[in-house]
């Protein structure tokens, strides 16, 4: 709580702090990307996500049980064409995200809070509007002032012209990051914000953030870090490896094989990754969800025997609040799920045994355009999920 006497006092927030490093922990972990905020009174401008406050919504529900919360639509009354300028808001993720997988208390029916979010970039979409980061800021408190809030750099928060980003454009909107970089302090080996590039570790994990707004070619700085970090992680401790960034490597309406436009320097990045077992790759910037199979070099990869290390699962979650990409109508062999809702992601990560990632939706029915929905009879539901084994013995 913050405060003074004379001018009130603020709710009292219980932090949870990270989990120890531990072999045989367990970790929960809520993920989402591309989110944005909503005005409560439907006063939207700029940049419109009128779907953001449904992530953070039911991102705060409670870890394993099945909740309804039922979704305001906008503009009231179901119409179509209805756009964040035409009523409040549309549905209530980020609430659940604090009720169903934030808040539970410890003990209770149906599991345990999380232990850890990843924002994996384009945060508040403010893009150079301040007060939109001062909404944003409001709308991810219920999650961020109760457990550790991890982000990666989207483009949305780096690039800009000639400010030392790797792409061109104006997606910043001139921020050039110093926003992000003020307001989220991650814990960057250079002490610098603006190489965004970082790992840290919880229970049986060791996370590595990309930043993928700058260039990872061979003998760059940050493939240079990532490299000389997956080198010295002791995988008795830590038996699983997660990778986070913002623009996917992988897919599939962009390419059936590397998505160069986000990365021309992916066959450096991914070698390095097959090389060190990284377990899960999870990324943003598509505003669809998407899963593949172990994958390396476009092609799917078997173990040779089950339990044993394969290559990396690509996880694309970029569905938390801006408007939906839809997919093409080809699918590549490697795209085993496709998904063109808004929702978000939890992780639980067993030991050294076994990793489940979850996808929840934030409206069972198909949207009639992207980034819109006609009726919303029941949200917040799991609509997909996938494990990945590995031996208990695998790295000891």
């Not at 009128?50 to 919504?57: C, E, G, L, M």
């Not at 059936?256 to 910037?285: R, T």
Request: hydrophobic share 35%; net charge negative; with cysteine.
């Amino acid at each position: 709580s913050c405060g003074s006497d004379a001018h009130g006092w603020s709710q009292v927030s219980v932090f949870r702090v990270p989990v120890g490093v531990r072999r045989n922990a367990t970790l929960k972990i809520t993920a989402l990307a591309d989110l944005g905020e909503t005005y409560l009174d439907g006063a939207q401008y700029h940049w419109m996500e009128p779907f953001a406050i449904n992530t953070t919504s039911f991102a705060l529900n409670e870890w394993g049980t099945p909740g309804h919360v039922p979704l305001t639509l906008n503009p009231a009354g179901g119409k179509k064409h209805s756009s964040g300028k035409d009523g409040p808001p549309r549905g209530n993720i980020l609430r659940s995200i604090h009720h169903n997988h934030i808040e539970r208390p410890q003990g209770t029916p149906g599991g345990t809070p999380a232990d850890v979010a990843l924002h994996i970039g384009d945060l508040s979409y403010a893009t150079g509007y301040e007060t939109e980061w001062d909404r944003f800021m409001t709308q991810i408190e219920p999650i961020a002032s109760r457990v550790p809030y991890m982000i990666a750099q989207g483009n949305h928060e780096r690039v800009y012209l000639d400010s030392g980003s790797a792409f061109t454009g104006v997606d910043s909107g001139g921020e050039c990051g110093i926003p992000t970089q003020a307001r989220f302090l991650m814990p960057t080996p250079s002490k610098r914000q603006d190489n965004g590039w970082y790992s840290f570790e919880q229970g049986p994990v060791h996370f590595l953030v990309m930043d993928t707004e700058m260039s990872a070619y061979n003998n760059t700085e940050q493939l240079t870090f990532m490299e000389a970090d997956l080198a010295t992680v002791n995988r008795k401790v830590t038996p699983w490896v997660i990778f986070v960034g913002h623009r996917p490597m992988y897919s599939s309406p962009y390419s059936h094989g590397y998505n160069l436009n986000d990365g021309p320097w992916w066959a450096d990045v991914e070698a390095v990754l097959i090389k060190y077992s990284v377990d899960l790759c999870l990324w943003g910037h598509v505003h669809n969800a998407e899963v593949t199979c172990p994958l390396h070099n476009g092609n799917c990869v078997e173990a040779e025997r089950p339990g044993d290390y394969d290559a990396p699962v690509h996880a694309v979650l970029g569905i938390a609040g801006q408007s939906i990409t839809m997919f093409p109508y080809l699918v590549p062999t490697w795209s085993l799920w496709r998904y063109e809702e808004h929702g978000f992601s939890t992780i639980e990560v067993e030991g050294a045994t076994r990793l489940r990632m979850n996808f929840f939706s934030d409206c069972q029915e198909r949207p009639y355009f992207p980034g819109g929905h006609m009726d919303c009879t029941d949200a917040n539901k799991l609509v997909y999920h996938f494990d990945i084994h590995r031996r208990k013995d695998i790295w000891l």
